[in-house]
């Protein structure tokens, strides 16, 4: 009996410590949610735009420079450009028809355009980050995870064409890519039953180029969306803090 009491005892005992410790940890993690985040409606106006502008800043250049150096797209499966899809039968042709090298030459030049025409989207993206008003700064946080590179695409898109296509155009010229899809084309129209091809290789490129970069700004504004260690400075780890 005597024995049967102490075990009884001893069981409350823990029971109490368990119960104990369990409130205690709840104590602890609503502490930690109180004194590491805030509501979106706790943040100034003036915070909301300058969180949102240094993502935006931080994100279009961290694309732009991981595309604008060599085999930054060649060298990305996620983003390198591949043959004109319109255009496809003319490798399948030629690699059959002992043109392989040819082909893989020519898909490593129209990359190496899009490489040198990458340094082409920072100023066009900084003049996007400085002209966000607060409604856009705000639907950018309450937004989709990748609603900021929305509004970069909304914003700049035309500008990058234009400001991407002549530097394109200079590039497959300067590196004789032009060239090479006249000879690739004229090879390939000279065999008997095939449809002739011509493809606008400068508007292709320019479109491949920004589908591209705009895929790696998404990226990063994930990382900075979903990862705390991606958001380098105070003003980041406030903003996308309260925006969960």
């Known amino acids: 009996m005597?024995?049967?009491?102490?075990?009884?005892?001893?069981?409350?005992?823990?029971?109490?410590s368990l119960q104990a410790q369990i409130?205690?940890?709840?104590?602890?993690?609503?502490?930690?949610?109180?004194?590491?985040?805030?509501?979106?409606s706790s943040l100034s106006e003036s915070e909301i735009i300058q969180g949102l502008k240094e993502a935006l800043t931080q994100g279009s250049g961290i694309a732009s420079q991981a595309l604008n150096k060599q085999d930054g797209y060649f060298k990305n499966p996620k983003v390198k450009i591949p043959f004109p899809?319109?255009?496809?039968?003319?490798?399948?042709?030629l690699r059959n028809a002992g043109l392989g090298k040819q082909v893989?030459?020519?898909?490593?030049?129209?990359?190496?355009?899009?490489?040198?025409?990458?340094k082409e989207a920072?100023?066009?993206?900084?003049?996007?980050?400085?002209?966000?008003?607060?409604?856009?700064?705000?639907?950018?946080?309450?937004?989709?995870?990748t609603a900021a590179t929305g509004y970069l695409r909304k914003t700049t898109y035309s500008n990058l064409f234009s400001a991407f296509s002549p530097h394109i155009n200079k590039a497959l010229q300067a590196r004789a890519v032009t060239a090479k899809w006249k000879d690739l084309t004229t090879a390939y129209n000279k065999i008997p039953m095939t449809k002739k091809v011509n493809t606008d290789l400068v508007g292709f490129?320019?479109?491949?180029a920004l589908k591209g970069l705009f895929m790696m700004v998404a990226d990063e504004e994930l990382k900075i969306r979903k990862d705390p260690l991606a958001r380098t400075t105070s003003i980041l780890q406030k903003v996308f803090g309260a925006s969960k």
């Open 2 to 16: 005597y024995m049967k009491k102490i075990l009884f005892g001893t069981t409350l005992v823990l029971l109490y």
């Open 23 to 40: 409130n205690l940890n709840k104590i602890k993690d609503a502490a930690k949610k109180v004194g590491t985040t805030s509501s979106v």
């Open 85 to 93: 899809e319109d255009a496809v039968r003319v490798a399948t042709t």
């Open 104 to 118: 893989d030459e020519f898909e490593m030049l129209l990359n190496r355009a899009a490489e040198d025409a990458a």
């Open 122 to 145: 920072a100023p066009i993206f900084k003049s996007a980050v400085t002209n966000m008003t607060f409604k856009d700064a705000k639907n950018i946080l309450t937004g989709p995870d």
């Open 205 to 208: 490129t320019t479109h491949k």
